[in-house]
C-alpha cells in the first residue's frame, strides 16, 4: 500500500533554531514529491522536488530528495514565530493525484 | 489567494443527512481534485475531475459522488452523512497536472461537522 511518512508529528523551537522535518514514502507511480504549508485552513505550495540530490531553496527554507533511499528533508533556519504551522510532504502519482503525510506541527516560541 | 473558492466554508448536519459541497476551480483550470482532511490527519484524495469525467478515486465508499460542470467547477456530494464523515474538504485545481507538474491550487476549505 502506498505510504507517506512524516517525522516528528510535532516540533517546540524557540525563535533563531534551525529544525529539520523529514518525509519517506513508499509510492508506486512516483512522480514528484512536495511540501505543503498549513497554517489555517488551505495547504500553500513550498517545493515540488523530482530529482534527487537538487536542493531547493527559497530563503531560510530549503528542500532536498533522495530518491534511492525514499526520502525528503525540509529544512528551516533562524525560524520564526511565523513558521508556526503544519508542513506536510506529499507525493504526486500518476497525473496529479497527491498522497499526503500527517504532517509535523511546528510551533515556534519567541 | 489562489483563485479556487469553496462554499460554504462551514456547515453543520446530522447524520443521515446529505450536503453538497461546491467549488469554482481557477481559471484556466480544467482538472478539480477533492480532499478529505479530518482532525491532525493529512488530506487524503476523494476523487479528481478532468474535463466533466472522473479521472480517479480514492478510497471512499460510493455514497460520495461529485460532478464537474462545463466551466470546470465541481461538486462533492455525500449522502448518508456519519459521524466520521466530519472533517475539511479540500477542493484543488490544476492544469491536467502533467504539464505543470503537478502544482495544485487549494481552496480555503468547507469545513463540515456532523452531528
Same mark, same amino acid.
Given at each position: 500500500?502506498?505510504?507517506? #511518512?512524516? +517525522?516528528?508529528?510535532?516540533?517546540? #523551537?524557540? $525563535?533563531?533554531?534551525?529544525?529539520?522535518?523529514?518525509?519517506?514514502?513508499? #509510492?508506486t507511480n512516483f512522480r514528484s514529491l512536495l511540501w505543503y504549508k498549513? $497554517?489555517?485552513?488551505?495547504?500553500?505550495?513550498?517545493?515540488?522536488?523530482?530529482?534527487?540530490?537538487? $536542493?531547493?531553496?527559497?530563503?531560510?527554507? +530549503?528542500?532536498?530528495?533522495?530518491?534511492k533511499e525514499l526520502f525528503s528533508i525540509l529544512n528551516i533556519t533562524a525560524t520564526q514565530t511565523g513558521d508556526s504551522a503544519v508542513y506536510l510532504c506529499a507525493v504526486l502519482y500518476n497525473t496529479d493525484k497527491l498522497i499526503f503525510g500527517t504532517g509535523t506541527r511546528l510551533q515556534v516560541f519567541p | 489567494e489562489t483563485g479556487v473558492t469553496q462554499s460554504p466554508t462551514h456547515l453543520i448536519k446530522t447524520r443521515g443527512q446529505q450536503v453538497t459541497l461546491r467549488c469554482s476551480s481557477q481559471s484556466g483550470h480544467n482538472t478539480v481534485?477533492?480532499?478529505?482532511?479530518?482532525?491532525?490527519?493529512g488530506p487524503q484524495f476523494i476523487f479528481q475531475y478532468y474535463r466533466e469525467e472522473e479521472n480517479g478515486r480514492g478510497n471512499f465508499p460510493p455514497r460520495f459522488s461529485g460532478l464537474?460542470?462545463?466551466?470546470?467547477?465541481?461538486?462533492?456530494?455525500?449522502?448518508?452523512?456519519?459521524?466520521?464523515?466530519?472533517?475539511?474538504?479540500?477542493?484543488?485545481?490544476?492544469? !491536467?497536472?502533467?504539464?505543470?507538474? !503537478?502544482?495544485?491550487?487549494?481552496g480555503e476549505g468547507s469545513r463540515l461537522t456532523v452531528l
Open positions: 500500500e502506498d505510504k507517506v #511518512v512524516q +517525522s516528528p508529528l510535532s516540533l517546540v #523551537v524557540h $525563535e533563531g533554531d534551525t529544525v529539520t522535518l523529514n518525509c519517506s514514502y513508499e #509510492v498549513q $497554517e489555517k485552513k488551505a495547504p500553500t505550495f513550498l517545493f515540488m522536488l523530482t530529482s534527487s540530490g537538487i $536542493e531547493k531553496k527559497s530563503g531560510r527554507l +530549503s528542500s532536498i530528495l533522495d530518491k | 481534485s477533492w480532499y478529505q482532511q479530518a482532525l491532525g490527519q464537474q460542470f462545463p466551466n470546470y467547477s465541481s461538486e462533492l456530494n455525500v449522502n448518508a452523512l456519519e459521524l466520521d464523515d466530519s472533517a475539511l474538504y479540500l477542493c484543488a485545481s490544476s492544469l !491536467g497536472g502533467v504539464k505543470v507538474g !503537478g502544482e495544485l491550487f487549494f
